[in-house]
């Protein structure tokens, strides 16, 4: 059961543009939601995660945006950067399953100079 | 910054050969876990250590796969016999609060 959706699967996005990836959960017991940022021959980095408590957090260039009632969170790039060309994973988790981490399918970004 | 340590970073295999993977956590950090990561897809939790207890392994393939956690500190992964599924990015992360997982560099697996 892929309790985690996550599109596009691939993004192209110029330089200085804003990078939107979605991705919508199906348990109401999730009450954790990071993104994780992946490099080539690299583990997946912590980016930014949000609770549920709140519908918005922003690290710099990174937003999250949280809408509980449609089970759905996105990750806002905005002024993308070539350097930011990586593949991008969401996932949730919840405290009762020992906060282990339940990861959507990833997208690839390509942002173009 | 700590980092959590993995090894090897490659192996060839053939197939019905066994093999290892070795991971040191983060000092201090209770909660280990092994997932696998085929290319072009998500992590998959294959393992959950609480110190040396496992807390979950229900999607770890059992007739082959082994993981232990001796002192609960570094832990190894074993895959007796290998099959050519079985190549993919074998992660180690580790965590000390909820969600927030450090992972490795991965060993990368190709079994031939």
């Known amino acids: 059961q892929q309790q985690v959706k996550q599109s596009p699967q691939s993004l192209i996005v110029q330089k200085g543009g804003i990078s939107i990836i979605n991705c919508a959960y199906e348990?109401?017991?999730?009450?954790?939601f990071p993104w994780y940022q992946q490099f080539p021959g690299k583990g997946p980095a912590l980016l930014i995660a949000i609770r549920p408590d709140v519908s918005e957090k922003k690290e710099g260039r990174f937003t999250i945006s949280f809408n509980k009632s449609a089970k759905q969170f996105s990750l806002h790039i905005m002024d993308s950067q070539p350097g930011d060309s990586a593949t991008y994973f969401c996932a949730a988790s919840m405290k009762t399953s020992g906060s282990r981490l339940t990861f959507g399918e990833g997208t690839q970004l390509t942002v173009n100079p | 910054e700590a980092e959590v340590a993995q090894s090897p970073r490659y192996k060839i295999t053939e197939k019905s050969q066994a093999v290892a993977f070795w991971c040191d956590p983060i000092s201090g950090h209770a909660t280990l876990y092994w997932y696998r990561q085929i290319l072009g897809q998500g992590p998959e939790l294959l393992v959950q250590?609480?110190?040396?207890?496992?807390?979950?392994d229900s999607q770890l393939p059992k007739d082959r796969f082994s993981a232990e956690r001796l002192k609960g500190v570094d832990s190894t992964l074993k895959i007796q016999p290998a099959e050519l599924g079985d190549s993919a990015m074998y992660l180690c992360?580790?965590?000390?609060?909820?969600?927030?997982?450090?992972f490795g560099s991965g060993t990368q697996l190709s079994v031939l």
């Open positions: 250590f609480q110190d040396e207890s496992v807390v979950d």
């Open positions: 348990n109401t017991a999730f009450d954790y």
């Open positions: 992360a580790s965590s000390r609060t909820q969600g927030k997982l450090f």
